[in-house]
């Protein structure tokens, strides 16, 4: 059973930036496409950044040109690179698969956009 660790959520002011990392356990990384979702209160949770094992990316309108998804197979590890953050964009972050079936979700880390 792959295993999910998210990290490097926190507080930042409004157009500010952060980088989220997600770990993951598990041999079958790198040949599997990834995603970073989110979710607000009382809202679903959302794709927000997805990449292949080959490295294409696709993003929803909201994130895009302010959001970078990336991965280094090597280290079992994906990145979500944040810029220009908006209230809006507060959530807690999970990575998981790009495309069901996903793995079990890992406890997400927080990202706040407050002033």
């Known amino acids: 059973q792959v295993q999910l660790v998210e990290s490097g959520g926190g507080l930042v002011q409004p157009g500010g930036s952060l980088r989220l990392s997600c770990a993951a356990s598990?041999?079958?990384?790198?040949?599997?496409?990834m995603g970073w979702y989110r979710q607000a209160p009382g809202k679903q949770r959302e794709l927000v950044a997805g990449?292949?094992?080959?490295?294409?990316?696709n993003y929803p309108d909201s994130v895009k040109g302010r959001f970078t998804i990336s991965r280094d197979n090597a280290k079992n590890t994906v990145y979500l690179q944040m810029n220009t953050l908006k209230p809006e964009d507060t959530a807690v972050y999970y990575c998981?698969?790009?495309?069901?079936?996903?793995?079990?979700w890992g406890q997400g880390t927080q990202v706040t956009v407050s002033s």
């Open positions: 598990g041999s079958i990384f790198s040949i599997v496409a």
């Open positions: 990449i292949t094992s080959g490295g294409s990316t």
């Open positions: 998981n698969k790009w495309y069901a079936p996903v793995w079990a």
